[in-house]
T-cell receptor
Framework: AQSVTQLGSHVSVSEGALVLLRCNYS??????LFWYVQYPNQGLQLLLK??????LVKGINGFEAEFKKSETSFHLTKPSAHMSDAAEYFC?????????????FGTGTRLTIIP | DAGVTQSPTHLIKTRGQQVTLRCSPK?????VSWYQQALGQGPQFIFQ???????QRGNFPDRFSGHQFPNYSSELNVNALLLGDSALYLC?????????????????FGPGTRLTVT
């Protein structure tokens, strides 16, 4: 079975500081991995996705993530936090295989930005 | 171009009642997936509809059922509501073959329907 684990349900960083949100995956085959963001009272928006083309993936709003097979990780980073980054972030893995396709999400990390 | 829309926005029901939630996919999309997001949790996959048939199903009881119409819109029905069914229900649409068979296709999420069961 494929799954993701997000370490830290709450993360607080100061405005302008580095953002690091952790995600580890468990998969018996090369995974497809995603990061989504959810702002209050809204649905999920795709930030970026890893589909084996490149290990360093750049997304929207200045976010990027690096796929590290040796560490089974796909951590999300942003060099300088902005107040507008405050939201809930979800890591997700795609169940590959025809006939069994779905996204499995982690439990989420709530990011708070300190002025 | 309107994105994924869901109705209603909020809903309050009593235990034992039945509820129907609606979803209109993004233009050009043919696949609709439904997710349940309990408070403080990540979304959990309920099921997926394509070509008016349920194609995939998560670990949810038969009380959860759905339908897809010829215009690709979809309904989620929940019977015999329980307090534990209180959650945000998210609909996501996609174009099934956007990435080819077996490769992930981007899902676009709607704003969700907040269901409260009392």
């Amino acid at each position: 079975a494929q799954s993701v684990t997000q370490l830290g349900s709450h993360v607080s960083v100061s405005e302008g500081a580095l953002v690091l949100l952790r995600c580890n995956y468990s998969s018996s085959v090369p995974p497809y991995l995603f990061w989504y963001v959810q702002y209050p009272n809204q649905g999920l928006q795709l930030l970026l996705k890893y589909t084996s083309a490149a290990t360093l993936v750049k997304g929207i709003n200045g976010f990027e993530a690096e796929f590290k097979k040796s560490e089974t990780s796909f951590h999300l980073t942003k060099p300088s936090a902005h107040m507008s980054d405050a939201a809930e972030y979800f890591c997700a893995v795609w169940w590959s295989g025809f006939g069994n396709e779905k996204l499995t999400f982690g439990t989420g990390t709530r990011l708070t930005i300190i002025p | 171009d309107a994105g994924v829309t869901q109705s209603p926005t909020h809903l309050i029901k009593t235990r034992g009642q039945q509820v129907t939630l609606r979803c209109s996919p993004k233009s050009g999309h043919d696949t609709v997936s439904w997710y349940q997001q309990a408070l403080g949790q990540g979304p959990q996959f309920i099921f997926q509809y394509y070509e008016e048939e349920e194609r995939q199903r998560g670990n949810f009881p038969d009380r959860f059922s759905g339908h897809q119409f010829p215009n690709y819109s979809s309904e989620l029905n929940v019977n015999a509501l329980l307090l534990g069914d209180s959650a945000l229900y998210l609909c996501a649409s996609s174009y099934r073959l956007a990435g080819g068979l077996g490769t992930p296709y981007e899902q676009y999420f709607g704003p969700g329907t907040r269901l409260t069961v009392t």
